[in-house]
């Protein structure tokens, strides 16, 4: 917490503890002079002071209390109070019991159905989705924490294997228009795009039933805007969200808006399995490269292995030492050498998986 917020939360304090002393010396000088415990103004001074202690107690634990609990609570209690009325009115009416009994029947019935109300209803009231309400209700000091899926991103398909890892938190936001175009796609009469359509489809199912991430379906459009990229950015600053995207096109129009992108590119480039010059790994010698005696391998990944002094053996596995690595946009690339020396069994062991 920075300086400026600690004074402004200090600042607030003292103002709640000023009203809080205001409406308890408000209790006591109202029970001083209207008296109501026998006409007694020390007794009733004590009995005002009481009663505001109880209810400060009272509204500094409902002030813990989460948005949700309270109006869970709200919404079971007033639903309590009306079956408590409709009860007692047929206590009252419908009964051959003596008038004193019926009205105590009333008021228990009343007082027992509004606390079961109001309990039952704190208790589920965890289960509300506040957010299908847009961000209209959000708890003080909470921050909603949208990311919105691009059309891409579903379709790669990636985004449902890391939602399963619960790696990814908040509220995964999925705008209308987007399953729009992944309809369209799904209907293409190429065939290609339509298995690619059919795909993303399958991964939002993946996703709604995935019971550890909240799936959101936006109905928020823009019917101006005719881009969908253009679309996703003017939600994303809407919602204070961030896209999750694969699209680079999309990463650099987002960033020069100001709106936050995760790419799962760059998320799949970060878990590679990191190598070091001097290491070595086995890899299996697929093609040749461009430059002279040079052969191209191919981790599990895809990472691409260029390794000197290995056209000959092209459909072999090697030992091959690491010379170099070279991180880009596309990808890493790793760079090594063969040496008659490294043969399989043989050479310094390696500790990674792919050496």
């Known amino acids: 917490m920075s300086r400026k917020e600690?004074?402004?939360?200090?600042?607030?304090?003292?103002?709640?503890?000023?009203?809080?002393?205001?409406?308890?010396?408000?209790?006591?000088v109202a029970g001083y002079f209207l008296r109501p415990i026998h006409d007694n103004p020390v007794q009733s001074m004590l009995a005002a002071g009481g009663l505001g202690v109880i209810i400060l107690f009272f509204e500094t634990r409902v002030r813990q209390a989460t948005l949700?609990?309270?109006i869970g609570a709200a919404a079971g209690s007033i639903l309590g109070i009306l079956g408590?009325?409709?009860?007692g009115f047929l206590v009252l009416h419908l009964t051959a019991l003596p008038e004193v009994a019926r009205t105590y029947t009333a008021i228990v019935i009343l007082i027992f159905m509004a606390y079961v109300g109001l309990m039952v209803g704190a208790a589920k009231g965890e289960y509300l989705d506040l957010s299908a309400l847009?961000?209209?209700?959000?708890?003080?000091?909470?921050?909603?924490?949208?990311?919105?899926?691009?059309?891409?991103?579903?379709?790669?398909?990636?985004?449902?294997d890391i939602a399963e890892t619960r790696f990814l938190e908040g509220t995964l936001v999925i705008p209308q228009f987007v399953l729009r175009e992944l309809q369209q796609i799904a209907d293409s009469p190429d065939a290609t795009k339509r298995n690619?359509?059919?795909?993303?489809?399958?991964?939002?199912?993946?996703?709604?039933?995935?019971?550890h991430v909240n799936v959101h379906i936006s109905e928020t459009n823009f019917p101006d805007i005719r881009d969908v990229d253009q679309k996703l950015i003017e939600l994303a600053k809407q919602l204070h969200a961030r896209i999750i995207t694969n699209d680079f096109n999309l990463n650099k129009v987002a960033q020069?808006?100001?709106?936050?992108?995760?790419?799962?590119?760059?998320?799949?480039?970060?878990?590679?399995?990191?190598?070091?010059?001097?290491?070595?790994?086995?890899?299996?010698i697929l093609k040749e490269g461009k430059e002279h005696n040079q052969g191209v391998a191919y981790l599990d990944d895809g990472t691409m292995v260029v390794v000197d002094n290995a056209r000959r053996m092209i459909g072999k596995t090697i030992e091959a030492t690491v010379t170099s690595v070279l991180q880009?946009?596309?990808?890493?690339?790793?760079?090594g050498r063969y040496s008659d020396d490294h043969r399989i069994g043989r050479g310094p062991r390696s500790g990674t998986s792919h050496r």
């Open 6 to 28: 600690m004074k402004l939360d200090f600042s607030f304090n003292i103002d709640v503890f000023i009203l809080r002393v205001v409406f308890a010396l408000i209790l006591v």
């Open 68 to 70: 949700k609990t309270l």
């Open 328 to 335: 880009t946009t596309a990808g890493k690339m790793i760079f």
């Open 196 to 211: 690619r359509g059919r795909r993303g489809l399958d991964i939002l199912r993946r996703l709604q039933t995935n019971h």
């Open 256 to 284: 020069l808006r100001g709106v936050e992108v995760l790419n799962i590119n760059e998320l799949a480039n970060a878990l590679k399995p990191v190598v070091l010059p001097g290491e070595t790994m086995k890899v299996f």
């Open 84 to 87: 408590a009325v409709l009860v």
């Open 134 to 160: 847009g961000g209209i209700l959000s708890e003080r000091g909470q921050k909603q924490n949208y990311k919105i899926l691009d059309t891409s991103v579903i379709i790669d398909g990636r985004i449902a």
